[in-house]
């Protein structure tokens, strides 16, 4: 069954480094999402992507942050000059539309900012 | 804002009961999607409604639009069944999914 993978699957990184974290989508979806988990906290939405660019980002996705698609199948989450409050449980997703269509997630990478 | 709401937050049952798991949202939606979080932490989407009832294997989501609430019903409920239930919903033409808390479900045996 086609998946959402992400890498890595856990980075520890020291506070003001850049760091980028990896999504493969599913290969035929359109729609990339990004979301963060503070830990014990819900699921907060980031960015959503479509024909390469922004189509809709919260106000939590300051200057920060930045999503590119580098080729066909990579995205990619950039975070410039990480905050220790940037720690969290990233989720990468991807759907074929965007209104009523499923949406599937990775596994998430968990970001450690020290 | 659309502001979601799930009921209970933490849930205890034992093996073969029936388990329900309600979400509320305030807002008028395009779709609600269930999602089970395990451990771990990665998410694996359960349903996608947008009106009515969906059932999958011993999992039935139903929804009512015009009291915007779903339900999640997990039948002869199984220790493996032991997650992180969450309900999420998209609001009109916009791309993202806006979460509950969650409700965390624990089956013994």
């Known amino acids: 069954e086609p998946e959402v993978t992400q ?3 856990h980075q520890v990184t020291q506070m003001g480094q850049e760091v980028i974290l990896r999504c493969v989508p599913i290969s035929n979806h359109l729609y990339f999402y990004w979301y963060r988990q503070i830990l014990g906290q819900k699921v907060e939405f980031l960015v959503s992507f479509y024909n390469n660019e922004i189509s809709e980002k919260s106000e939590i996705f300051d200057d920060q942050f930045s999503v590119e698609r580098p080729d066909g199948s990579n995205f990619t989450l950039k975070i410039r000059s990480t905050k220790l409050e940037d720690s969290a449980m990233y989720f990468c ?3 074929e539309g965007f209104s009523n269509t499923e949406a599937f997630f990775g596994q998430g990478t968990r970001l450690t900012v020290v | 804002k659309n502001e979601v709401e799930q009921s209970p937050q933490n849930l205890t049952a034992q093996e073969g009961e029936f388990i329900t798991i309600n979400c509320s949202y305030s807002v008028g939606i395009s779709a609600l999607h269930w999602l089970q979080q395990h451990p771990g932490g990665g998410i694996v989407s359960l349903f996608m409604l ?4 969906k059932k999958h294997g011993r999992l039935i989501a139903t929804i009512n639009i015009q009291e915007k609430h779903s339900s999640l019903h997990i039948t002869a409920s199984h220790p493996r069944d032991s997650a992180v239930y969450i309900c999420a ?3 009109g033409t916009a791309s993202k999914l806006t979460f509950g808390t969650g409700t965390r479900l624990q089956v013994t045996l």
């Open chain 2, 89 to 91: 919903v998209r609001t």
């Open chain 2, 50 to 53: 947008s009106s009515g009832k």
């Open chain 1, 7 to 9: 890498t890595p699957s």
């Open chain 1, 93 to 95: 997703a991807s759907s």
